[in-house]
């Protein structure tokens, strides 16, 4: 699955991109919501959501990247999330959060920073329907790709498979023509692309692209 991330898309033509989205062989409409305090970064709120949302034909992914997050579950899911992903870094209750998306409604993800081990999702994977690994230190688009991101996305893939978990995993960060098939074959469901897809001169044949790997 390729989820196009709109943080990398043209805010003064975001319906020409949306559509663009919506006519390719994407499968999610990824959204990354940072709030300048867990990540050096603002992106947007609730109400871009909800504008995506106007115009979206494919499910929306939302990533958040803010601390305290279930503070703004409920805000979210009603914007049109249709996926919510939070970090395992700022929940130190991750069941009750991991239960309120799913009581919402929501499919229910966990986010790792490049620095947090895999093991710490031995206790929640089974409730899990996504875990999103990483692949550059959040906050920002345009990042190099840290290569550490193949080992981790084959132990998620063994945890998932030890635990029987229906976990898919997500990659988000750095993503591209020269890493997604590794990605894949290392057990990725999921990939993130912004500038990859956006910065192309041709977005979707670059998402067609995506889409013949593997």
């Known amino acids: 699955m390729i989820a196009p991330s709109v943080l990398a898309a043209d805010f003064a033509n975001l319906q020409r991109d949306i559509e663009m989205i919506n006519h390719s062989p994407a499968d999610w409409f990824h959204i990354d919501i940072m ?45 049109g999330a249709q996926v919510l992903t939070v970090h395992y870094e700022a929940c130190p209750h991750l069941h009750r959060t991991i239960q309120q998306i799913k009581d919402l409604g929501a499919k229910a993800g966990v986010a790792l920073n490049p620095h947090t081990p895999v093991s710490v999702l031995e206790d929640i994977i089974a409730n899990l329907d996504l875990v999103l690994i990483m692949s550059v230190n959040p906050g920002f688009g345009g990042q190099k790709f840290i290569e550490n991101t193949y080992k981790k996305v084959q132990q ?21 023509m020269s890493n997604a098939a590794q990605l894949h074959a290392a057990g990725a469901g999921v990939l993130v692309a912004g500038s990859a897809v956006f910065n192309s001169p041709s977005p979707t044949q670059t998402i067609a692209n995506f889409k013949k790997i593997g």
Do not use: C, W
């Open 156 to 176: 998620v893939a063994t945890l998932i498979a030890q635990l029987g978990s229906q976990a898919i995993i997500e990659i988000d960060g750095g993503v591209d």
């Open 35 to 79: 709030d300048g305090v867990f990540v050096p970064n603002i992106s947007f709120g609730i109400s871009v959501v909800e504008a995506v949302n106007r115009y979206a034909a494919k499910p929306l992914d939302v990533h958040l990247m803010i601390v305290q997050p279930e503070r703004y579950l409920e805000a979210f899911r009603k914007a």
